[in-house]
């Protein structure tokens, strides 16, 4: 089963010269869930990487992130 998601509001905000943090809001529509998301990324051996990653259900809607 495919799920129909959209992303809102992607950031990345440096967190030192070869770590940023990524965060976003998640939509997903088949579902009915909302989500806020987070990732580091790291550049380890001259790639960026995926370190970590948390997504926590939300009520917030979209108009309430601005």
Do not use: C
């Not at 440096?14 to 989500?35: E, N, Q």
Request: no cysteine; glycine share 4%; aromatic share 14%.
């Amino acid at each position: 089963m495919l799920t129909e998601m959209t992303l809102h509001n992607y950031e990345i905000r440096p967190l030192a010269s070869d770590v940023v943090l990524s965060t976003y809001y998640i939509m997903d529509h088949t579902r009915g869930r909302k989500t806020l998301r987070s990732s580091i990324w790291k550049y380890i051996d001259d790639r960026w990487q995926f370190y970590f990653h948390q997504g926590t259900l939300t009520d917030l809607e979209l108009e309430d992130l601005t």
